[in-house]
């Protein structure tokens, strides 16, 4: 790592950008498979994280000489886990992922099935997948590294993705069990996934309020290596229509020309636990309907308009002088909730288990940002 990177570091006036530096004091210095020899470095490129995994892109140096470009996959397992123990299982020293690399010129992708190796030193499970596994002529691997090579090891070389590796702008991925019981060695008929599950986009493929083309399933995550996103005028961002969001049948705000609009700026860009940043329009008289996150947080920003929040009752101290008032939270029922005006600049923020809703009583059309990731 260039020495440079710690003088910034370490001046006074850069103490509070500290958060900022962090990540790539980690990952420039961090564990990687070969460095258990000095003749390998690392040219880490860029990180990208989602959920508990994470893909690391660069180049894999030897002897001081580029040797070929790499991509790493790390994944904790806290989620499969879960998914493993439901049939009494715990995870073993491997896991699978299942990798979709497209390439930065968009062409078509290309996916493979490899194995990850659990390593006690980082706390995850990790496999590289480098260009080559051949060294230069004249210059043989490290013997403390080749054991680490070939196919289904720590470092392995994937044929349907070499050509990709040295401009990699997207990886989807979704992690599974070995497809044996640990420790017997027995196969498993069904191994479990952790594909995001029941994660989705979604996309204006259709006018109609609610209908469910307009909803995508993924069935992985994505890391997207795309440093910046710019859209110069939201306004043109097509939106999502929803007809009675977040209202059960029993709401008496249920109507059948109750359409919340939503600009879906941004979803599977985001990285670690990131599920969407989107704009909302709440037109004249239409309300979107008082709803309940678990595991999730929430945070609303009020942009134009103005209109009637709710909150739930204690959820907010502060919010203990404001009208109280019954409201119907979908797929809970009745919670006494505070009845909190808004207007442009008002924020809305819940924790996980915190009650929200908004409803505009107004002739003018409300709108707000509103900013949602997971929390465990």
Partial sequence: ??????????????????????????????YLNATRSSRYRYYVAEVRGSADGTAIKGD????????CPMLRI???????????????????????????VTGDDAGAPAEAVVTLHWDPVIGAYAVEIWETLEPPEGTPHDLRVLPLMGRDAPITRVPALSPLLGRV????????????????????????????????????????PSAPE???????????F???????????????????????????????????RMRWLFQRELGSDLVFFHEVTVPPHAVEGTHRHIGSEELYYVVSGAGLAYMGDGDAPDTDGYPLVERPVFGVGPVKCRELPVRPGSVIYTKSGGVHGIRNPFDEPLVFVAFLYHTT
């Fill in 60 to 67: 894999v140096y030897l002897g001081g000489s580029r040797l």
């Fill in 169 to 208: 702008r997207e990886v989807a991925v979704a992690f599974r069990e070995d497809g044996v019981v640990y420790p017997t060695g027995q196969r498993l008929r069904e191994p479990q996934w952790d594909n995001a599950y029941l994660r989705s986009h979604q996309e204006p493929r259709t006018d109609t």
């Fill in 1 to 30: 790592m260039d020495s440079r990177f710690d003088q910034v570091y370490t001046h006074p006036e850069n103490e509070i950008f500290r958060v900022v530096f962090y990540p790539d004091r980690i990952y420039h210095a961090r």
């Fill in 226 to 260: 795309r440093r910046g996103f710019f859209i110069p005028d939201s306004s043109r961002v097509k939106p999502v229509n929803y007809r009675n969001a977040m209202s059960d049948e029993s709401n008496p705000d249920r109507r059948d020309d109750n359409i919340v």
């Fill in 74 to 100: 790390e994944y904790s397992g806290l989620r499969l886990v879960e998914q493993a123990r439901e049939f009494g299982r715990r995870l073993g020293p491997r896991t699978k992922a299942w990798v979709r």
């Fill in 214 to 224: 307009n909803t995508v399933p993924d069935s992985n995550y994505l890391l997207d």
